[in-house]
Structure formats: C-alpha cells, structure tokens
C-alpha cells in the first residue's frame, strides 16, 4: 500500500521558516508530479506548490517568493522550503500526486504560524 508521511511542522514565529519533508513509499515516484498542499481550519484544501517530474514547479501567488519546493528521487523525498512564514500560512500540510490518480493521504504535518 503506497504511503504518503508527511514532517517537519511545528509552530514558529512570523518570519520564521520551516521545512516540510514527504517520504513516499512507491517505486515510480519519479515519474510523478507531485505537490504541497495545506488546509487551513474551515477552509478547502489547496494546493500550493508542485513539481513535476522533469524539475519544474509551479506555486499559487499567496507563496511565491517565498516557499520553494524541490524533490530527491533517490530518496523518494519532495520537500517544502518555507521561508517569511505568516499567520496566513497556519494549517496542515499535505503532500500527493498532482494532476494524476491522488494516492492515499497521509496524515499531513501541522505548521502554525503565531507570536
């Protein structure tokens, strides 16, 4: 069964940063397309930043500039950057495929953003 284990959360201040790993446990996970995303207490789950297999990515505008997402095949590991964290940015993160059949989700990693 494929699984997703996200880390790395915790709680930081405003400006602070944090980085977010995602072990997968699947033996194509470098063909995928991959990505980061959070869900906010009441609100929808979005998604933030992806990568796809040849190493582009992609981000919504509330992060750019700031969050970079990159990935290791090797280690079967995508990773999220995040750096000038805000409130805004409090909730839980995801990782899972993007634009293909998502896989089994995992239990996220929470990051809160408070002074």
């Known amino acids: 069964q494929v699984q997703l284990v996200e880390s790395g959360g915790g709680l930081v201040q405003p400006g602070g940063s944090l980085r977010l790993s995602c072990a997968a446990s699947?033996?194509?996970?470098?063909?995928?397309?991959m990505g980061w995303y959070r869900q906010a207490p009441g609100k929808q789950r979005e998604l933030v930043a992806s990568?796809?297999?040849?190493?582009?990515?992609n981000y919504v505008d509330s992060v750019k500039g700031r969050f970079t997402i990159s990935r290791d095949n090797a280690k079967k590991t995508v990773y999220l950057q995040m750096n000038s964290l805000k409130p805004e940015d409090t909730a839980v993160y995801y990782c899972?495929?993007?634009?293909?059949?998502?896989?089994?989700w995992g239990q996220g990693t929470q990051v809160t953003v408070s002074s």
């Open positions: 899972n495929r993007v634009g293909g059949v998502t896989m089994n």
């Open positions: 990568i796809n297999s040849d190493g582009s990515t």
């Open positions: 699947i033996s194509i996970f470098r063909i995928y397309a």
